[in-house]
């Protein structure tokens, strides 16, 4: 079993950046697959990216493709999302969510993953 605990959320003038951190507790950080998802008011939970146990693999939504990177540090037991270029349509509260194994058809249901924060507000305000 992992806890996740995710920091870095606040608030940012669109077009700006933010980076979120999602630190791991136990000894198996290593063994997990890590994703990001977002939920903004009166909508559904939405995935934003997903990375695989050795960084050897990394998938994004299509709508933050290009602006937002995911990174991990399984030293530090902590998964990165680097939000760049953000739109008032970033707004959410932002999770991480941890699972096993790899699978680019399926990263991106929330449903695959047991293990989820208790996630950070990400406001952009334009």
């Known amino acids: 079993q992992v806890q996740l605990v995710e920091s870095g959320g606040g608030l940012v003038q669109a077009g700006g950046s933010l980076s979120l951190s999602c630190a791991a507790s136990?000894?198996?950080?290593?063994?997990?697959?890590m994703g990001w998802f977002r939920q903004a008011p009166g909508k559904e939970r939405e995935f934003v990216a997903a990375?695989?146990?050795?960084?050897?693999?990394?998938y994004y939504a299509g709508s933050v493709k290009g602006r937002f990177t995911i990174s991990r540090d399984n030293a530090k037991n902590t998964v990165y999302l680097q939000m760049n270029s953000l739109t008032p349509e970033d707004t959410a509260v932002y999770s991480c969510?941890?699972?096993?194994?790899?699978?680019?058809?399926?990263?991106?249901?929330?449903?695959?993953?047991?293990?989820w924060g208790q996630g950070t507000q990400v406001t952009v305000s334009s």
């Open positions: 136990g000894r198996t950080f290593s063994s997990y697959t």
């Open positions: 969510a941890a699972k096993t194994g790899w699978v680019t058809a399926t990263a991106m249901f929330a449903n695959e993953y047991p293990y």
């Open positions: 990375i695989s146990r050795n960084s050897g693999y990394t």
